[in-house]
């Protein structure tokens, strides 16, 4: 486990992260406001990744990979990391719920969305300010909750996206 604050405003960390197999949790705050990351590698064990854990990482970049087996990330755990540019989640992953804010304000966020099957609920502002998404799709049909201005791109100048498939569900 990494703890909550381990991290928080080392602004000399390495370029690379990557989590051990033996990595369950990371705890919130754990990076926040490091500076210099610019790649995660997640390890496949990996179920805990905590409440603003890369908060204004503006380094980080590339996709962002989920494992299938995270069962829950905090909210505005991603927020404001600018130069992400897409996030993978897979089809089998365990994954409920979306707390608000997780992807909010990474301005270059964008390709295809996939949202997971098990996913139910979408909280306030997953997916705000980030108007590079091209398209989003819901591959299951559980969603009962979603949220105010999950997808809020901003103005329609900066509007990317030309493809919507919505759940049966909604």
């Known amino acids: 486990e990494i703890g909550a604050y381990a991290f928080s405003g080392c ?3 390495l370029d690379t992260i990557n989590m051990p197999n033996s990595m369950r949790t990371i705890g919130m705050y754990a990076f926040e406001n490091d500076l210099r990351i610019k790649y995660v590698a997640f ?3 990996l179920k805990i990744i905590g409440e603003r854990a890369f908060q204004y990482c503006y380094a980080l970049q590339g996709v962002v990979k989920i494992p299938a087996s995270v069962e829950a990330i905090g909210q505005y755990a991603f927020y404001f990391d600018e130069n992400i540019q897409g996030v993978d989640f ?3 992953s ?3 719920t979306l707390q608000q804010s997780t992807f909010s304000r990474c301005s270059k966020l964008g390709g295809e969305i996939n949202i997971p099957a098990n996913i139910k609920t979408i909280a306030n502002y997953v997916f705000f300010n980030n108007g590079a998404i091209t398209a989003i799709r819901f591959w299951g049909n559980k969603i009962t909750s979603m949220g105010e201005q999950v997808f809020y791109m901003g103005s329609p100048s900066d509007i990317k996206m030309d493809t919507l ?3 049966k569900s909604l």
């Open 43 to 45: 390890n496949d064990g």
């Open 90 to 92: 897979p089809a089998a």
């Open 94 to 96: 365990k994954l409920e």
């Open 165 to 167: 498939y919505l759940p």
């Open 11 to 13: 602004q000399q960390l």
